[in-house]
């Protein structure tokens, strides 16, 4: 097994945006990222960042008064397709894509697999599907469903590679345990954004907060139980810590 972690851009954000109980003014600058995982089943892509139209034209995507409070900062080389390039990969060579859910953010770049296979929960799909405006740039068209799994709730991807159903951040969200030599890493994806949102107390911006506090209960378990965090949104954690990024591997 092999993970590598995939920087895909910048927003510069109105930190109420994370946290909706803050008051509007306090601006953070949070990445985004994709995970890519070379497993005995091929390779698998959790998650593709933002869209090209993310870029260029942000308030036709997001909505004019959305745009001071998350302004993208996107550089033409930030698309996943370009971040493969430089792993010396092209779309064609992924074998499976699976999104933690279908926010702009971390399905935008499905428009780079038009012909891949992927794997979402059912009850993500079916929430996109009715609320177009919650996910604006929902890539998927109804002649794709022959090309989408869809998942009910934890599973196995390939061995050690395992989807964690966590909703509550959107209806259908998942995290993912991946097992490496040292020990499992817990990619949260949206379920936390960052260190200061893992907690029962700080949870960051859900559709759900019922649902969202049920799976922050698992995700502390499975932390407390060895798995490393890693948070989709966190601007210290790579430096703090010392993540290495792509095209590093983890193994
Ligand atoms: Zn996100």
Redesign the pocket.
């Known amino acids: 097994m092999k993970l590598a972690i995939i920087p895909v851009g910048h927003f510069d954000s109105d930190y109420s945006v994370l946290s909706p109980d803050a008051p509007v003014g306090q601006r953070v600058h949070?990445p985004?990222y994709t995970y890519l995982l070379d497993t005995n089943q091929g390779l698998i892509l959790f998650d593709t960042g933002c869209s090209n139209e993310c870029r260029i034209d942000p308030a036709g995507l997001l909505g004019a008064e959305m745009v001071p409070l998350l302004t993208p900062k996107l550089a033409p080389e930030d698309h996943i397709e370009g971040q493969l390039k430089r792993l010396n990969l092209t779309p064609a060579d992924i074998d499976l894509v699976v999104n933690?859910?279908c926010?702009?953010?971390?399905a935008g770049g499905n428009e780079a697999f038009p012909t891949n296979h992927f794997g979402i929960q059912k009850t993500e799909y079916e929430a996109a599907l009715e609320d177009r405006e919650a996910y604006p740039d929902l890539a998927f068209k109804p002649a794709d469903t022959a090309r989408i799994t869809l998942y009910e709730g934890d599973t196995d991807l390939a061995p050690g590679a395992t989807l964690v159903y966590t909703p509550g951040?959107t209806l259908g969200h998942q995290s993912l345990l991946v097992e490496l030599n040292d020990g499992p890493v817990l990619i949260t994806?949206?379920a936390v954004?960052t260190r200061g949102h893992f907690s029962l107390d700080h949870i960051g911006a859900s559709k759900s907060l019922e649902l969202a506090r049920a799976s922050m209960t698992r995700l502390l378990d499975l932390a407390r139980d060895g798995a490393r965090p890693f948070f989709?949104?966190d601007a210290e954690q790579v430096a703090q810590e010392g993540w290495k990024l792509a095209p590093y591997w983890y193994e």
């Open positions: 949070i985004v933690s859910h926010h702009f953010d971390h951040h994806s949206d954004y989709s949104h």
